[in-house]
Nanobody, 118 residues
Framework: QVQVVESGGGMVQPGGSLRLSCAAS????????VGWYRQALGQQRELVAS???????NYADSVKGRFTVSRDNAKNMGYLQMNSLKPEDTAVYYC????????????WGQGTQVTVSS
């Protein structure tokens, strides 16, 4: 079982920055894709960004150029750097560690609230 814990959320003014962290357990972390998702009130959960074991990144159009996803395999950590934040970025942000390609499961964190005040 992989344990996943997000941190770093909070309140920020429009134009500000936050750095989210995702701490994961397990010796196979380096093999798994790290994904960041968000869910705003009344909305469906959506993929924000992801990074594969090989370092390939993917971003939603709404955050491209503002957010950067990264990972540190030596620390079993994933990160989401969020710059130039907008009120529409307000949501609960979730980290997912995806091991399904290795016949393991997909593991979700508890979520961390990001609020961009207007």
């Amino acid at each position: 079982q992989v344990q996943v814990v997000e941190s770093g959320g909070g309140m920020v003014q429009p134009g500000g920055s936050l750095r989210l962290s995702c701490a994961a357990s397990g010796r196979r972390f380096s093999l798994y894709t790290v994904g960041w998702y968000r869910q705003a009130l009344g909305q469906q959960r959506e993929l924000v960004a992801s990074i594969t074991s090989g370092g390939t990144t993917n971003y939603a159009d709404s955050v491209k150029g503002r957010f950067t996803v990264s990972r540190d395999n030596a620390k079993n950590m994933g990160y989401l750097q969020m710059n130039s934040l907008k009120p529409e970025d307000t949501a609960v942000y979730y980290c997912k560690i995806d091991g399904t390609a290795y016949f393991d499961g997909a593991y979700w964190g508890q979520g961390t609230q990001v609020t961009v005040s207007s």
